[in-house]
């Protein structure tokens, strides 16, 4: 079995060699960066396996350097780490594309933990590898690409998680407390307003018209779900208002 590579971006010295000899210890191979532009260099020129990036960095901060990686079209998962309590912070580090977050201080065994749980979904993930077509929808998740009429979306890491995860039970609800659990993963509890600006963003990409949408449909009150074609034809969208002349 190949050994995971992960990426420590951390200017705080004595802490990221902590972090390399456990990580190390609990069999990973680690490479450890100072400044938000070396950590830019090798997240975009080497492949890891995953990436644990400090909030606060010299040259290029945490949240630029997510938003750097993820337009690269690079799905590497990310654990933000951060010594910032507030909920802004840690919601704005996931709608950059944050996979998980830590807040410092924190134990170096949780943060193994957190790594190991990761590439436990990454695992799971990988395992749920069937092409699926719904409408002119299709979502390969061995190739983590997804397209419409045959055009390439470009998704984020988490939209594209989240959208495969709607199509392999398509027209099951889910709640927003269960795509936190089942997308997001451990430590997202009470961040629900995170998935509804996740679904707005993939509708905007997906639909032709986010305002009535076609394939990721809100069950009010419930949730959400993405529209099953076993289930008749795709909704209709509501017709246009009649104006009303008035003599």
């Given at each position: 079995?190949?050994?995971k590579q ?25 490479t ?8 830019l ?7 890891f396996d ?11 901060d945490g949240?630029?350097?997510c938003?750097?990686v ?8 990310i654990?933000m780490l ?5 909920e ?8 950059v594309?944050a ?11 949780e ?5 190991r ?8 993930m990988a ?5 699926v ?14 397209t ?5 979306l ?22 927003r407390?269960?795509?936190?659990d089942?997308?997001w993963g ?12 996740h ?7 997906i ?6 949408p076609?394939?990721v449909l809100?069950?009010w ?17 509501a ?6 002349l008035?003599?």
């Amino acid at each position: 079995m190949n050994t995971k590579q992960i990426l420590v971006v951390d200017d705080e010295l004595e802490l990221a060699r902590l972090v390399e000899l456990h990580l190390s210890d609990a069999g990973f191979e680690v490479t450890l960066a100072h400044d938000g532009p070396r950590g830019l260099e090798l997240a975009t020129s080497r492949e890891f396996d995953c990436l644990i990036l400090d909030l606060t960095l010299p040259g290029l901060d945490g949240l630029d350097l997510c938003q750097q990686v993820r337009r690269q079209a690079i799905y590497t998962p990310i654990l933000m780490l951060t010594a910032r309590s507030s909920e802004g912070d840690r919601v704005l580090g996931l709608e950059v594309g944050a996979d998980d977050y830590l807040t410092k201080p924190f134990s170096v065994r949780e943060l193994v933990a957190r790594v190991r749980a990761i590439f436990r979904r990454v695992e799971v993930m990988a395992r749920k590898e069937e092409a699926v077509a719904v409408g002119e929808l299709r979502i390969d998740s061995a190739k983590r690409r997804a397209t419409l009429r045959d055009k390439a979306l470009q998704l984020t890491a988490k939209e594209f998680d989240l959208l495969a995860h709607f199509a392999r039970n398509p027209g099951r609800v889910y709640s927003r407390a269960e795509l936190l659990d089942q997308v997001w993963g451990y430590g997202y509890g009470g961040y629900e307003h995170t998935v509804n600006s996740h679904i707005n963003r993939l509708r905007a990409k997906i639909e032709e018209d986010p305002a009535q949408p076609r394939y990721v449909l809100t069950v009010w009150g419930i949730g959400y779900k993405l529209f099953d074609p076993a289930e008749g034809d795709f909704p209709q969208p509501a017709p246009a208002a009649i104006p009303v002349l008035v003599d």
